[in-house]
């Protein structure tokens, strides 16, 4: 957002200054920083804030330069100095500033991160916090960037494997709009003035032709109207859950949704695991990852592993293992590597869901295909049905 600040400069002269900050208070940081002496910060309304919102940091990147200082002997400090300095965004560097800002009061690095939620979720500020005892703080940011990787990978297969049926999709559709809203209606003209029977389907497309283009304005408003509605309702937290909940009931469908739900919950529980973490509290960080219904369950399971069952018995009793995943977590248990163990899980179940979304793209999309051609055609022929009776009437 831009924010005007007026302030006083090093000769005592009264200056105005615009930055871009995500709030005053890193507004006012940034004119700090270049040695003003603020005297008020207001917001400023502009096309800017509406189009082009303040760059938040990029966490993937940020641990990589982190880590890559860290290695090469800086200090934590230090590095966060160096990756100050050479930050072009304003956004991102008054992040950065305050983080110093507070490294520089004595609050050690995980508090200084977790007094900025927006750019460090909890599951960061634990990782480096478990890190902080043990002094392997390279090491847990590595952690992390493998681990985002991984998840980041996941998901451009789902989306590299939906891309072509989405593209099928909304061809089709656009056809199906133009031959509706444009072909039609001039069918429905020449149908009129030549009069006669026409069959029923045919009829009725006709008459959507013909009020269509009696009522076109009105029709498209009805229909942008609609879109709208469906996008604002869609939006909504609660419809979006009770999609879900609905995609989980379908057969076939639900378990594998609920597979990769579990794959990606193991594949954080073990990241922290690994960092050092003890398991119940790694439990309550991760169980915002599941759905409210799992989550219930692993509310019941971390009661039954503090009252000292094993996690695996737990994990197995309220429905949060597959089979294999069960066999791995005793495994787990028995060599003390339960942290790497999870981890294999989540790369078995993920490795497995990818191969499932193949093979269920290669079968949706020739059936996909031909309901397009059937819906095309279907409107194609009905078009040109009466004049093949025509045809057939005159020979």
């Not at 615009?18 to 940081?29: M, R, S, Y």
């Not at 930050?87 to 900025?116: N, W």
């Not at 939006?235 to 609905?246: D, E, I, S």
Request: aromatic letters at 8%; proline letters at 5%.
């Amino acid at each position: 957002m831009r924010y005007q600040i007026k302030a006083l400069g090093e000769n005592g002269v009264l200056a105005v200054l615009g930055v871009d900050a995500l709030d005053a208070g890193q507004a006012a940081l940034q004119a700090q920083d270049q040695g003003y002496a603020v005297i008020a910060v207001n917001a400023q309304a502009s096309w800017r804030a509406w189009h082009l919102p303040a760059r938040r940091l990029p966490l993937v990147l940020f641990s990589q330069e982190l880590l890559a200082l860290l290695e090469a002997g800086l200090s934590v400090v230090e590095s966060l100095e160096a990756l100050a300095e050479k930050e072009a965004q304003p956004a991102v560097r008054a992040t950065l500033r305050q983080i110093l800002a507070r490294l520089y009061e004595g609050q050690s690095f995980s508090h200084a991160l977790q007094q900025s939620p927006a750019e460090f979720p909890p599951l960061y500020v634990a990782t480096i916090r478990a890190c902080e005892k043990t002094g392997g703080l390279p090491e847990a940011l590595g952690r992390y960037v493998a681990y985002q990787e991984q998840m980041d990978g996941v998901r451009r297969q789902v989306v590299s494997a939906s891309i072509y049926p989405l593209m099928l999709a909304g061809v089709g559709a656009l056809v199906t709009v133009f031959l509706m809203v444009y072909v039609v209606p001039r069918f429905s003209h020449i149908y009129a003035e030549i009069g006669g029977e026409l069959p029923l389907l045919s009829r009725l497309l006709m008459q959507w032709g013909q009020v269509l283009d009696a009522q076109g304005p009105a029709v498209l408003a009805g229909a942008l109207a609609a879109v709208a509605l469906a996008a604002g309702v869609i939006a909504r937290p609660g419809t979006r859950q009770w999609l879900a909940r609905k995609l989980s009931e379908l057969p076939g469908v639900g378990q594998r949704l609920h597979v990769f739900q579990l794959a990606r919950f193991y594949r954080s529980l073990g990241m922290l695991l690994r960092g050092g973490m003890p398991v119940l509290p790694s439990l309550e960080l991760v169980s915002g990852l599941l759905d409210p219904s799992v989550r219930a369950r692993l509310v019941l399971a971390c009661e039954r592993i503090s009252e000292g069952l094993p996690l695996s018995s737990a994990m197995e009793q309220y429905g949060l293992t597959t089979p294999v995943a069960g066999r791995m977590l005793r495994v787990g248990e028995r060599t003390g590597r339960m942290g790497e163990m999870m981890e294999r899980i989540a790369a078995f179940h993920e490795e497995e869901t990818a191969r499932w979304v193949e093979r269920f793209t290669r079968l949706f999309e020739p059936l996909l295909m031909v309901f397009i051609g059937l819906v095309v055609g279907g409107i194609v022929v009905l078009m040109y049905f009466p004049i093949f009776e025509l045809a057939g009437s005159l020979q």
